[in-house]
């Protein structure tokens, strides 16, 4: 074999394995519903009958003015435990970080209010998450509704935008004073 096709082989082989992986499992059917009242219903229907979601992500984050653009995989087990890992360009892992109830822990470890974002609902992390996929995680979270689900919620100091309003969610936009995160889902699946 000549010098330049093992380098080029060697070169594609680390490309495939650093490449950021799909969530594996089958695609969440969107809501059928034609009212609201309807959609309220099926979405309280999936949450109580949720048993974890995975979401390929592209984030978009703005903070003290500084914004960064990433992929991630959000894995939502149920309304207490979630995990998010978080990649560089290349689809190596950059940071994982995992939420059981309110204890938050991260590899490489961050400073505690990198954690605010997640707080500032008034949610565990894994409910902020649940929201993030379009699911309201409880029945006191405040949410405004279309027939194809969540269009907007209001939660503690987070405003949570749906463009277009959807369940799974496609695109949400999460504000917290001059902080915004944009985050687009790739792919929802169970």
């Keep these: 074999m000549t010098k ?13 394995s650093c490449r950021t992986g799909r ?35 592209r984030v978009r984050a703005t903070t003290n003015g500084k914004t960064q653009s990433f992929r991630a995989q959000l894995n939502v087990q149920n309304a207490q435990r979630m995990e998010l890992v978080a990649y560089t360009p290349v689809g190596t892992t950059a940071l994982t970080l995992r939420a059981n109830g309110s204890e938050v822990t991260s590899n490489p470890e961050v ?7 997640l707080r500032a609902a008034g949610l565990t992390p894994a409910e902020t998450a649940m929201l993030l996929l379009g699911l309201p995680p409880r029945e006191d979270v405040a949410v405004t509704l279309a027939p194809s689900g969540v269009a907007s919620a209001n939660v503690g100091e987070l405003n949570v935008t749906f463009e277009p309003p959807s369940f799974p969610a496609q695109r949400v936009i999460v504000t917290r004073g001059h902080d915004r995160v944009e985050i687009d889902h790739l792919e929802v699946v169970r």
């Excluded at 059917?29 to 979401?55: H, K, Y």
């Excluded at 400073?111 to 974002?117: I, L």
């Design 4 to 16: 330049s096709l093992s380098i080029g082989l060697l070169l594609l082989f680390a490309f495939v």
């Design 23 to 57: 969530p594996s499992g089958a695609p969440i059917a969107p809501l059928t519903a034609t009212t609201v009242e309807e959609a309220a219903a099926q979405l309280r229907e999936r949450r109580a009958s949720f048993n974890g979601a995975r979401s390929l992500m």
């Design 111 to 117: 400073a505690p209010e990198s954690f605010a974002f």
